[in-house]
């Protein structure tokens, strides 16, 4: 079946530290990778997306590459900012599903202090 | 509008009694979804609609779920006899069209609390 495993948080950072939120799926056929974002308040918007494999996605300072070899598409930013603190959802589009059925990752809460 | 509007934002309901929860889509975009989301998960597919017709509603839990969205614009979750379990924030999305990889646009949501 389709899955996307993501690690726990919350992740807590100090500004301009090096973020990683580890992300691992399983699935039936080909699929397409994104990162959603939850700002407080806010629907969730698409921060990044990877349809293929060895492909970047990138947007916003954060980047995750598609790795077929090891199923996952891990979330990355070299310095975060007080303005990143959000939920992050890594989800996958299995491709033969219905079209726009995503399958989600539980997220991780990210909290950025200055 | 601007984005996917949801309403009411909140709502607070009885066990057993009927809730409606309303989805205003981006206008002109073709592709609805609902998604609900539990406490400590990630939002999980309900049901598709491609214009008026629901094209896939193989994630509504069970019969106690409906959806409507009769001009293929603003779409109406419904809910018979709200069970405690059904607590969750309900999320709806809008696309322009439903091709491969096509951006979502999400609403805020609904948050329902089932007594």
């Known amino acids: 079946g389709n899955s996307v495993t993501q690690m726990e948080g919350p992740v807590t950072l100090s500004e301009e530290a090096f973020l990683t939120i580890n992300c691992t799926y399983t699935a039936t056929g080909y699929p397409s990778l994104f990162w959603y974002v939850q700002y407080p308040g806010e629907g969730l918007q698409l921060l990044l997306k990877?349809?293929?494999?060895?492909d970047k996605g990138s947007n916003k300072g954060f980047e995750a590459t598609y790795r077929k070899e090891t199923t996952s598409f891990h979330l990355e930013k070299g310095s975060v900012q007080v303005s990143d603190s959000a939920v992050y959802f890594c989800?996958?589009?299995?491709?033969?599903?219905?079209?726009?059925?995503?399958?989600f990752g539980r997220g991780t809460q990210l909290t950025v202090w200055p | 509008g601007a984005g996917v509007s949801q309403t009411p934002s909140n709502k607070v309901t009885e066990k057993g009694k009927y809730v409606e929860l309303r989805c205003d889509p981006i206008?002109?975009?073709?592709?609805l979804y609902w998604y609900r989301q539990s406490l400590g998960q990630g939002p999980e597919f309900l049901i598709y609609?491609?214009?008026?017709?629901?094209?896939?509603d193989s994630g509504l839990p069970n019969d106690r779920f409906f959806a409507v969205r009769p001009e293929g614009s603003v779409s109406t979750l419904k809910i018979q006899r709200t069970e405690r379990g059904d607590s969750a924030v309900y999320l709806c999305?809008?696309?322009?069209?439903?091709?491969?990889?096509?951006?979502?646009?999400f609403g805020s949501g609904t948050q329902l609390s089932v007594l």
């Open positions: 990877a349809t293929k494999a060895d």
């Open positions: 206008s002109g975009h073709t592709a």
């Open positions: 609609f491609q214009g008026t017709g629901a094209a896939d």
């Open positions: 999305a809008s696309s322009l069209t439903a091709a491969t990889n096509e951006k979502l646009f």
């Open positions: 989800a996958l589009y299995s491709r033969g599903s219905t079209l726009g059925r995503l399958y």
